[in-house]
């Protein structure tokens, strides 16, 4: 009788404090997603970043119970249960968890613990490979007011941090942990868990091709959106109209003749169009005749046809006539070009 006494006065505490632990949930998940859209710099590169939607969840309080009194018993369940709530965050790369964990440890509304690195523990047992995720628990320090309700001091959240293949690692390695109904013959178990290893060590190395994908693209497009931003303040000051830096026309053309920019400086760009600075009002005309040359790519396009005049229309990815129009403005005969 005692036992059910003690379960239906916490099932009454657990139901009783389940607000607060929603606007827990909710103030850990848009401390972060602020945080990192101040670093990235718009909400869509934040919903880009996250492969999921990240969404606090309140434990189901069947759940709960069966947490802090049997599976594993607790002295003080409101107080040691630390999932009571939690937050997860899906990632891209293994260096994005990173990012958030910085985000985490620096809000001075909360103490934080990290409960499982997991480059820590791939440093430590190189040959070991399971459950892949970065756990934290985050505590109140203070009560905090947040959507109509008070958090409380010392009301804990967990964080986890995955990657999207850990993530869905974990989802198949859950799956097989936690059926303990589903009896299988023992070599069958044992080549269950050599698959599962099989694949968690297949894709950390994934995670580690993706980031050196990411690496070279990073780099490549830093010295592209150089140039772009470069093009946007030359044509500025040559036209005195504003035009963006980076557009989709101005990234695939950039792409396209990425063998022929890749020796080619902002400083170079802006010296070589020093020269050119009647090409200003010829573009200043010409704003209100197409979209074309309201974009700041028209400098850069005018620095690759000068110096490949023959090679650029072999790789024109658009229609041919914005081409030779455009050669057509700025002085050079089409000859056999087209």
């Not at 203070?142 to 869905?168: D, G, S, W, Y």
Request: overall charge negative; glycine content about 4%.
């Amino acid at each position: 009788m005692k036992n059910a006494e003690v379960e239906a006065q916490l099932r009454e505490d657990f139901e009783r404090r389940k607000p607060a632990l929603r606007a827990l949930g909710t103030y850990v998940t848009e401390y972060i997603c602020t945080e990192l859209e101040n670093r990235l710099g718009s909400k869509e590169a934040v919903e880009k970043f996250f492969q999921i939607p990240p969404k606090p969840r309140v434990k189901d309080t069947e759940s709960f119970l069966e947490k802090a009194l049997v599976r594993k018993p607790k002295e003080n369940p409101l107080e040691e249960v630390t999932d009571q709530v939690g937050v997860r965050f899906v990632v891209l790369l293994l260096e994005d968890i990173s990012h958030v964990g910085e985000i985490i440890s620096s809000n001075p509304l909360w103490l934080y613990q990290k409960d499982r690195d997991y480059e820590e523990e791939r440093r430590k047992n190189p040959d070991y490979f399971a459950y892949q995720s970065d756990h934290y628990v985050v505590r109140t320090k203070k009560a905090i007011p947040f959507a109509e309700e008070l958090i409380p001091n010392n009301m804990a959240c967990e964080v986890q941090i995955r990657t999207i293949l850990q993530h869905a690692y974990a989802e198949m390695a859950h799956d097989y942990d936690y059926k303990p109904s589903l009896k299988l013959p023992d070599e069958d178990q044992r080549q269950l868990r050599r698959s599962l290893a099989k694949g968690s060590a297949l894709i950390e190395t994934t995670d580690d091709i993706f980031g050196e994908i990411k690496k070279r693209f990073y780099e490549y497009s830093q010295s592209t959106e150089l140039l772009l931003v470069e093009a946007s303040k030359i044509y500025t000051d040559l036209t005195g109209e504003s035009a963006p830096s980076i557009s989709p026309t101005g990234m695939l053309i950039a792409d396209t003749y990425r063998n022929l920019l890749k020796n080619l400086s902002p400083e170079q760009l802006h010296q070589w169009m020093g020269s050119k600075k009647e090409l200003g009002e010829i573009f200043k005309k010409r704003r209100n005749d197409s979209v074309f040359y309201r974009d700041s790519v028209v400098i850069l396009l005018c620095w690759l046809v000068h110096n490949n005049r023959t090679t650029v229309p072999k790789l024109w990815p658009f229609d041919q006539s914005y081409l030779e129009d455009f050669y057509l403005t700025i002085g050079l005969s089409v000859g056999n070009f087209f």
